[in-house]
């Protein structure tokens, strides 16, 4: 049964940093491209950022280019999210899954709670 279970979440001043967490069970993450993505209050869910499988590259939407970070350690099965300069709009619920092959039934953790303060 894959488990993803995020964490580093929590309240911090714009302009500040929070380094957020994605531990897998059930799921080897280096077979995969993993990716984050977040959901802001009253928006629908929205891709961030992505690392690829086999390589160190990566790809961030254009709100977070330059300031968030993407990594992975396979050996832990986990992924990480760097996040630095953060914005109030950077407020949502950070979740981490496959970047591909996603669909309506797919499972998602319970993602963390990044809120920026103005």
């Known amino acids: 049964q894959v488990q993803l279970e995020e964490s580093g979440g929590g309240l911090v001043q714009a302009g500040g940093s929070l380094r957020l967490s994605c531990a897998a069970s059930?799921?080897?993450?280096?077979?995969?491209?993993m990716g984050w993505f977040r959901q802001a209050p009253g928006k629908e869910r929205e891709f961030v950022a992505v690392?690829?499988?086999?390589?160190?590259?990566?790809y961030y939407e254009d709100p977070v280019k330059g300031r968030f970070t993407i990594s992975r350690d396979n050996a832990k099965n986990t992924v990480y999210l760097q996040m630095n300069s953060l914005k109030p709009e950077d407020t949502a619920v950070y979740y981490c899954n496959r970047r591909y092959g996603l669909g309506p039934n797919s499972y998602w953790g319970q993602g963390t709670q990044v809120t920026v303060s103005s």
């Open positions: 690392h690829s499988r086999s390589s160190n590259n990566t």
């Open positions: 059930g799921l080897t993450l280096s077979d995969y491209a």
